[in-house]
T-cell receptor, first 113, second 113 residues
Framework: EPEVTQTPSHQVTQMGQEVILRCVPI?????FYWYRQILGQKVEFLVS????????KSEIFDDQFSVERPDGSNFTLKIRSTKLEDSAMYFC???????????FGSGTQLSVL | KQEVTQIPAALSVPEGENLVLNCSFT??????LQWFRQDPGKGLTSLLL?????REQTSGRLNASLDKSSGRSTLYIAASQPGDSATYLC????????????FGKGTKLSVKP
């Protein structure tokens, strides 16, 4: 089974600080995604990324969020100024095409204090 | 706006039982539907993906069906085992989306030895 790798597994930060969450997608997968899950709530879509561009984003993905593929392998999610309500499990996912299975990483648990 | 509902929220069965998990969605304009498994503190594992033109998909002891017109899907698990204990999530991709999956809240399954 292909694997998406996420680091770190846990991140604790102070409100107002910037955080960068990292993901290494599966090598032959072209579509990348970030999702999040607040404790006890549904998994929510944040953004999809294809061909070095954002292809779709949700209302959650406001100006505080950005994504980047800086070196052709890593895929990052940056939150510029974290808020308490950003505390959640953040999942990276990848798929070969937009209509195929999504493979998820094991997540980064972000805690904003 | 697409809404995905899963019933029941939790289910406890003795080992060996066959069981059915239900998923309903409000907008039948979907490309596909995926069933995922989520273990505590872990990522999501894709179990089955059904395209909108398909009626069912099978993998081992799992069988997922899709009735797009009525907005329903079921996940059938045969001969349940304690290792099947997890939360099962249903997610749909709407037409026109670029990979944005809308998730249900999940059914937490416990299989007792």
């Amino acid at each position: 089974e292909p694997e998406v790798t996420q680091t770190p597994s846990h991140q604790v930060t102070q409100m107002g600080q910037e955080v960068i969450l990292r993901c290494v997608p599966i090598s032959n997968h072209l579509y990348f995604y970030w999702y999040r899950q607040i404790l006890g709530q549904k998994v929510e879509f944040l953004v999809s990324f294809y061909n070095n561009e954002i292809s779709e984003k949700s209302e959650i993905f406001d100006d505080q969020f950005s994504v980047e593929r800086p070196d052709g392998s890593n895929f990052t999610l940056k939150i510029r100024s974290t808020k308490l309500e950003d505390s959640a499990m953040y999942f990276c996912a990848a798929s070969r095409s937009v209509n195929e299975k999504l493979f998820f990483g094991s997540g980064t648990q972000l805690s904003v204090l | 706006k697409q809404e995905v509902t899963q019933i029941p929220a939790a289910l406890s069965v003795p080992e060996g039982e066959n069981l059915v998990l239900n998923c309903s969605f409000t907008d039948s304009a979907i490309y596909n539907l995926q069933w995922f498994r989520q273990d505590p503190g872990k990522g999501l594992t894709s179990l089955l993906l059904i395209q909108s033109s398909q009626r069912e998909q099978t993998s081992g002891r799992l069988n997922a069906s899709l009735d797009k017109s009525s907005g329903r899907s079921t996940l059938y698990i045969a001969a349940s085992q304690p290792g099947d204990s997890a939360t099962y999530l249903c997610a749909v991709r709407g037409t026109g989306s670029q990979g944005n999956l809308i998730f249900g809240k999940g059914t937490k399954l416990s299989v007792k030895p």
